[in-house]
């Protein structure tokens, strides 16, 4: 049986998710809605297995060692300790990131 990690999302992360729907809401709703859901779903998903995902080129630059999961347009930047995985940012994949 796999080993389960725990999931965590951050208030940076949050603020992020907030921003995006608004983002999409001003066209539609609906839209919005569902793409967050989709995106919450892929986020809790890295209990299982986080490690599946690669690092972050930003490494090389911040000596750290965060990965990042890609949903569509956007990548949610995480780390992983112990047998948790905190979620840090949610960012457009075209943006620097900005920890």
């Given at each position: 049986m796999p080993k389960k990690f725990s999931v965590y999302i951050t208030q940076s992360a949050q603020n992020d998710?907030?921003?995006?729907?608004?983002y999409i809401a001003c066209d539609n709703v609906n839209n919005a809605?569902?793409?967050i859901l989709e995106l919450?779903?892929?986020l809790y998903s890295l209990d299982t297995f986080?490690?599946?995902c690669p690092y972050i080129p930003e490494n090389n630059y911040f000596g750290?060692?965060?990965r990042h999961l890609i949903h569509k347009k956007y990548r949610a930047v995480y780390k992983i300790v112990k047998n948790s995985v905190y979620i840090l940012r949610v960012v457009h994949g075209a943006k620097l990131l900005d920890l």
């Open positions: 998710l907030e921003h995006i729907f608004f809605k569902k793409f919450e779903e892929k986080p490690e599946r750290t060692n965060y």
